[in-house]
């Protein structure tokens, strides 16, 4: 709802004067799948069966009724004057946000996530304003479950801690892949596969897998929070490896039959920036472009595109940018992803003297040079600028930003700022024009879906001359000049910084450039762990105070912690503020 009243005052518009509104599922289609899927299993499944169906009886099947209600209210009109809802599928709403927001006008399309109504991956082509779908696997052989079942089996949870696998797999070996290829997944020379159900229970079951599981790889899963062992990081970089070699498979398999130079990407697989780098690697197309909002935050600019192109037919129009004197490129239409809200500095100023903060007033001319200098000397500053990201991760307006260049930034971010586990790696932003002199990588990234090895002339020589370091030892090994943003397998999460999409963090860099001649900085999103990213100066604020950052920068106010009154942990930052 909040969301909703957002784009509504944004627009300057009210509800009832929009054409259509979309939803990005078929609700009646995924109860098909759920009822089948129960029957297929029974009478395995019955205690589950029992817990969903009174959720889906007195809710999920009436959202049609229970969507028209709540706008209706929001509106303050009669649901008669409403305008028409519409329904899409859900991969059909995957595939729109991925061609649709593309700079291509023609582009091969692969969706992969846990499951929509039906399907689990998808592909399709885009043509112009058609997107014509071309084949599907169905629930429940599903590469984003599978990796979830992992996830759940390393002790991480599902839907929000597949990532933390993905970061976890460099610190492992792969011993594991075998055994999966083996027992779990059937693959097939084009790509396509099935699963032994036998071991997961996500069809019937409240666990994602099973005792038949536990007993393949030797015990049961992890307790969440307990120590990480060997073995749990043997198994990340199995799924991991596994994952990769299913993605590049089918992405050949849809290129092959094709021909299409383009290729496009949506679905939460999707943010397998890791996959997605050795995809772009295996140079089996042209272009690569990954939908920023790849999961299903992504359904909703999806299903609008898809009315906007297929229902209502608009054609489908490529937005060139200049690259040089006579050059232009197709630019994708996310404007960088900064699609949320924005505070101007009045409004800024007033939220923090409500809060009692302490804050000093920067012109451009200096704000930047003087936040660069901070960096430089070893500050964590909190970085608040123009509109928020749309998607989940932060790049560069909602921001955490430090010295990449540091030894102990990587361990006193993730304790002291983030709190969060160990081995989660920072990714690094960096000026775009200057990408290939810091990574192996020619292309631009300005969504952070890319994983890129840094350069071999960034490598340091080894001063560790003992037995192969193993586990989370390996975090405690400097390998690179810019140890806070490498990994241990000497890769990073890159981010290109453009000047036309974000020109005050681009500024930032470049002044930090000229004082270290070094055009990278960490880039980690402005939150900690388990809560959203900031969206409000009063958000940055709490944030702030109740961490070790040292600085924090709201458009052009600066505040340092150690000028702050005592932080009061109270109720008062709830209050509800406007945004403009």
Known sequence: IQAINYC???????LVEIDYIVFYDKPMLKFERLLQSYLDFAPRGLGSFIRSMPIWLKQKLLLKAELKKQLSKLAD????????????EHHQSHAASAYYASPFQESAVLCLDGAGEWATTSAWLGSG???????????PHSIGLLYSAFTYYCGFKVNSGEYKLMGLAPYGKPKYSQLIYDHLIDVKADGSFRLDMRFFDYCTGLTMTNKKFETLFGGPARNPESAITQRDMDIAASIQQVTEELVLKLCQQLIAETGA????????????CVANGKLLRSNICENIWIQPAAGDAGGALGAALATWHQYLDKPKITHYQKTGKSKATPIDLMSGSYLGPAFSNESIEQSLKRLGAIFHYYPDSTLFSA??????????????????????????????????????????MNAKIKFRESFRPFAPSVLAEKVSDYFDIETSSPYMLLVAELNKQHHIASNYDGPAMYGLDKIKLQRTTLPAITHVDYSARVQTVHNDTNPRYYQLLKQFERLTDCGVLINTSFNVRGEPIVCTPEDAYRCFMRTNMDTLVLENYVLHKKNQPLWREDE?????????
């Open 371 to 412: 936040v660069a200098l901070s960096i430089a000397e070893q500050d964590v500053v909190g970085w608040f600028q123009g509109r928020m990201e749309f998607g989940p991760r932060a790049l560069g307006a909602r921001s955490i930003i430090g010295d990449p260049r540091s030894t102990t930034m990587q361990e006193t």
């Open 261 to 272: 130079k383009n290729l496009c990407l949506a679905g939460g697989v999707a943010l397998n």
């Open 129 to 139: 304003n058609q997107l014509k779908p071309l084949w599907q696997i169905n629930f």
């Open 572 to 580: 008062s930052w709830q209050k509800t503020f406007t945004l403009d």
């Open 77 to 88: 009109c009669p649901i008669k004057f409403l305008p028409p809802l519409l329904f899409t």
């Open 8 to 14: 509504l005052s944004e627009a300057n518009i009210p």
